[in-house]
């Protein structure tokens, strides 16, 4: 019997554009729930990972996030909203969504 390859549906969330959300990457950890994320608009900002997602979700350097800069010094800082899984990225990567971030 022939073998089916059966793809798994990935569902990835993508940034906001109306929401003003970017993709990013972490480049430095810097302890306090704080980290120096690369942005896709070629900006390094301050991130801050908010107490509610701080116990539900392990970030780490390297890892592809999306990031929602501030009101008020939105050029120097943001807060981190989403964390991509290995698969989700792979996903964004084969899309061309990562083309110019990594």
């Known amino acids: ?3 089916q390859q059966q793809e ?3 569902r990835v969330r993508l940034p906001k554009k109306e929401e003003n959300e970017i993709l990013g990457i972490i480049e430095q950890m810097l302890g306090a729930s ?3 994320v690369r942005c896709l608009d070629g900006k390094t900002r301050l991130g801050r990972i ?3 997602l ?3 979700i392990w970030v780490r ?3 592809i996030v999306i ?3 501030w009101e008020v010094q ?3 800082k943001c807060d981190i909203i989403w964390r991509y899984t290995k698969t989700q990225v792979e996903w964004l990567k084969r899309k061309g969504y990562l083309d110019e971030l990594l």
Do not use: S
């Open 34 to 36: 704080r980290v120096r």
């Open 8 to 10: 798994q549906q990935i």
């Open 67 to 69: 990031v929602k800069p």
């Open 74 to 76: 939105g050029d120097q």
């Open 50 to 52: 908010p107490g509610r």
């Open 54 to 56: 701080k116990n539900r």
């Open 61 to 63: 350097e390297g890892d």
């Open 1 to 3: 019997m022939a073998e």
